[in-house]
């Protein structure tokens, strides 16, 4: 009753008459009017312009920006990207110079330090990503239901730069890491991915029966590492020291490991070439008591490790020390047959067609030394012992064991006899950097519910999220789990836009075209393995694009039959590889005229006209003005950040060198050689001089090889 | 009855108001919006590798520079192991050597990455990277140096705070 009292009192008082009903409805309808403007009026970025007002009274130098401000919203529109970005309109200073790197400065107002794009030209969600319309904090800055891309974590900032910028970007070191472990652990194998340099594939298979055990494929399946650390039961952790095995470990049970083992080691489509070394070499040397320390001393002078690594124990800690661009070898001797190594180290493409491995002009008495070595020393007697006795395959293992090798992928790397490579295995990731969170499932896995968190559980662990998962399971060290995702996170798919599309930054293709006798010599020795000409090939060695421009071609020849003389500084070293004369001046002869500057003229300089005159202001600049010894050494003295000026006379060409000291990073864009003012007369005298530095060619030992400083990257750069 | 539905319906008008002013003046402070800040890159603290210094745009970019250019001469281990340092005299500081280099201003530093040590009366074993930097560039190396240094470096001048 007294609720129907309330009305009955309220309808008396206010709506008795015409008029107070006419006025009660105008006070609501202006206040329904002011709704709207009220709300503007508390908007928070208006909060955000009001307290930047108060913020640059309280600066001295706030007087100009102050006169400068104009309320309101503030917005970057880039109709060609599809951006609407509305973040100055909080972010006031974000171009102001005078706040650059100003201490004490609270957000939103600090300004963005000089980037490689312009602010005011690109807004902030291309690289930062978020939502740029948006002009409340939430839901500019983090995941709502309406919009589930939120800001970019910095740590992964470079994965935007990989979304337009296709090739190499030097400024993104972290995104060049991710795509070089991409392809060098051949995820394309199983996903499609963009933007990535061709995959290294796994080894080919069909004829691995010869090679290696049943035993070894077995405890290679289920724990696929042959070094172990200094208590001989933990693996050196590959993964600190860059050196990781690309072999994945598959979650495999001991029935499919039986099976699979089986399999593999029947594998045999193609018998071995048996190399029979010369029995009387084998007749003279078995009986020598130093053979394999005289192996060993070959080993080291071969300079295998240069792209093969290497267990050491060094201070009571195992680690890996070499290259990382070939299989490591520690224990190889326990994994492979005798009569295999010597037919591979004789001529490895008759084994694999595909492999990189230089094809060394052997002798019998090397080969024997050599091979001997690494049978008896580079092993493990405990290697196989967590293997249970194997015996002789079944054929229903072997059945098994195919069923297997298709099921989970094995194909996606490894390929063999009458199977085909098993294409698009694993789902599409071209646009997985921009998935949204609902597209993703998490399954049981308590990680955080957003794609960075995904994506990381799932490369650390891809059975936490799908117990079904077919993804094997890789270790990886913190950075390389974080570069990985950088990677991933660039995958963002097709550019929005056709002018997006016109933004990016394409990859520039690559290719060298080794022709004729060149062609027959370079093949043989992989020159490309390790060096890159005109950006094709390996960086593990100098790049080679401007060789014939560089040196002097009958350095050229001297160094491809004694490589071991250049930099006695470094521990990654050039192999001999026993060439003959007419194979290195096939290459001395190719490499000066083929693989030249433009801009480095040959005849621009005549050596002749050096007097000793020049020799001497020359040799002053050097010491004395320039002080060219902080980085290089010339005699006993001097730095090992340039490299060895030693034999510069005989080793570089006087065009060359002038050329590199007006600029060298026109030569060589990643020199870190600063460039200089020289005047002219100086660069000559500086030249005149460096061709007076030349030393005889000794053969060093291998004990000096062995004890080489290891310093690398600053020489030849 | 007209009437009372009148009200009826004013009275839900005026509740709606409430509701839609109610939206106005969230808190800003409540949202989190820690991802865009964090570090771009880390450093360990030379003098205590446990210790990661994080490290802000400018600074990872000058992190990048430095460890192409500068870390041969100015730390005693290097990407390729040993230093050059020790083959230099006078010996070049450490870039983290805060009590050397805390009290050169930017612009000094600046001056001597971009024109070198005989420009400013020191040491010609320091080439100058003008012609090879960019003048942002050689800002990002001496930010980097500023983030690292140990004792702290210190900002000169005002410190600014919001009322």
């Keep these: 009753m007294s609720k129907h009292g309330i009305i009955n009192w309220l309808h008396r008082t206010f709506f008795a008459s015409p008029a107070h009903r006419f006025a009660i409805a105008s006070v609501l309808l202006l206040i329904t009017l002011a709704i709207a403007p009220t709300k503007d009026f508390f908007n928070e970025w208006r909060h955000f312009q009001r307290q930047y007002v108060s913020f640059l009274s309280s600066r001295q130098d ?168 200094k208590d001989g039961n933990t693996t050196v952790n590959g993964y600190e020291s860059g050196d990781e095995s ?77 290259g990382n661009i070939a299989p490591e070898i520690t224990k190889v001797g326990s994994k492979v047959n005798e009569d295999w190594l010597v037919s591979w180290l004789h001529n490895p493409q008759a084994y694999l067609a595909h492999a990189e491995m230089p094809r060394y002009g052997w002798t019998d008495e090397e080969l024997y030394k050599v091979s001997q070595y690494v049978m008896s020393k580079l092993t493990d007697s405990d290697l196989l012992t967590p293997v249970p006795q ?26 063999l ?102 062609a027959t010599v370079y093949e043989r020795y992989k020159c490309y393995a390790c060096h890159r000409f005109n950006g094709y090939g390996g960086t593990l060695a100098p790049d080679l694009t401007f060789e014939g421009s560089l040196a002097q071609k009958k350095w050229i020849f001297d160094f491809l039959k004694n490589p071991q003389t250049v930099r006695p500084a470094l521990i990654l070293r050039m192999p001999q590889f ?18 030249q500057n433009p801009a480095v003229d040959p005849e621009s300089v005549d050596p002749r006209q050096f007097t000793p005159a020049m020799v001497v202001t020359g040799k002053a600049l050097y010491q004395t003005k320039y002080q060219c010894q902080s980085c290089h050494t010339i005699g006993g003295s001097g730095g090992y950040v340039g490299p060895n000026l030693n034999n510069a006379g005989n080793w ?54 062995a004890n080489a400083h290891p310093i690398a990257q600053g020489a030849g750069r | 009855m007209k009437s009372k539905l009148l009200l009826i319906a004013m009275l839900l008008c005026s509740v709606l108001c409430v509701l839609a002013l109610s939206g106005c003046r969230k808190s800003a402070a409540a949202v989190n919006v820690g991802a865009a800040s964090g570090a771009y890159d880390t450093e360990p603290d030379w003098n205590d590798g446990a210790k990661l210094i994080p490290l802000g745009y400018q600074e990872a970019q000058g992190k990048r520079v430095f460890y192409q250019y500068c870390v041969w001469c100015h730390a005693d281990a290097t990407p390729a192991g040993p230093s050059n340092r020790s083959n230099l005299t006078p010996v070049p500081p450490l870039i983290n050597d805060g009590e050397k280099l805390n009290g050169e201003s930017d612009e000094f530093m600046q001056k001597m990455i971009t024109l070198g040590g005989s420009a400013l009366g020191k040491s010609a074993m320091m080439p100058p990277y003008g012609k090879t930097l960019s003048p942002a560039e050689i800002k990002a190396v001496i930010s980097f140096a500023r983030a690292i240094a140990q004792p702290a470096y210190q900002k000169p001048g005002q410190q600014y705070t919001t009322k």
């Design chain 1, 652 to 705: 570089l060409t006087p065009a060359w060198i002038e050329g590199w000291l007006r600029n060298p990073q026109a030569l060589q864009p990643d020199t870190i050689e600063p460039r200089r003012d020289f005047t002219e007369e100086e660069i000559r005298a500086l030249t005149a001089y460096l061709m007076t530095l030349r030393v005889g060619i000794t053969k060093p030992s291998a004990k000096s090889a």
């Design chain 1, 62 to 229: 706030g007087a100009a920006l102050k006169r400068q401000f104009t309320g309101g919203i503030q917005q970057i529109w880039l109709p060609e990207l599809n951006v609407v970005d509305r973040c100055t309109t909080c972010h006031l200073a974000i171009t102001e110079k005078i706040l650059q790197g100003a201490a004490g400065i609270p957000e939103p107002y600090r300004a963005h330090p000089p980037a490689g794009h312009n602010v005011k030209e690109w807004g902030c969600v291309v690289c930062h990503r978020g939502q740029g319309p948006a002009t409340e904090v939430a839901e500019a800055h983090n995941a709502t239901r309406a919009w589930e891309q939120p800001l970019l974590p910095v740590k992964f900032i470079q994965a935007s730069c990989g979304s337009c910028h296709h090739g190499e970007l030097p400024e993104a070191p972290q995104l060049a890491r991710g795509r070089e472990l991409l392809s060098r652990l051949n995820c394309q194998g199983c996903h499609k991915l963009n933007n990535l340099e061709t995959a290294s594939l796994g080894p080919d298979l069909s004829s691995v029966g010869y090679k290696v055990s049943r035993a070894w494929i077995y405890k290679w399946l289920k724990e696929p590492r042959t070094v172990l650390d």
């Design chain 1, 578 to 595: 026993n060439m003959t004369d007419k194979e290195a001046s096939i290459l001395a002869d190719y490499l000066s005229l083929a693989v």
């Design chain 1, 246 to 322: 690309r072999m994945p470990q598959y979650r495999l049970s001991e029935p499919e490991l039986l099976s699979l083992s089986a399999f593999l080691s029947v594998q045999k489509a193609r018998p071995i070439e048996p190399y029979k070394i010369n029995p009387s070499v084998v007749a003279a040397w078995s009986k020598k008591p130093d053979l394999i320390s005289q192996g060993e001393e070959r080993f080291r002078e071969l300079m295998c490790t240069t792209c093969h690594p290497v267990a050491v124990t060094r201070a009571g800690e195992a680690k890996l020390i070499g």
């Design chain 1, 390 to 415: 194997l015996g002789a395959p079944s054929d229903e293992d072997i059945k098994n064991g195919k069923r297997i090798f298709l099921e989970k992928g094995c194909a996606t790397c490894h390929s």
């Design chain 1, 417 to 518: 006899q009458e199977i085909l490579p098993q294409k698009d295995f694993g789902p599409d990731l071209t646009a997985m950097g921009a998935k949204n969170t609902s597209e993703l499932d998490f399954g049981k896995s308590k990680a955080p519910h957003n794609l960075i968190s995904y994506l990381q559980t799932k490369l650390k662990d891809p059975a936490s999220v799908n117990p079904t998962a077919r993804m094997p399971q890789y270790t990886w060290n913190q950075a390389d789990l974080d570069a990985v995702t950088t990677a991933l996170l660039s995958q963002t798919g097709k550019p929005a836009t056709s002018a997006l599309q016109q933004l990016v930054v394409p990859k520039k293709p690559a290719s060298f075209q080794a022709i004729g006798a060149f």
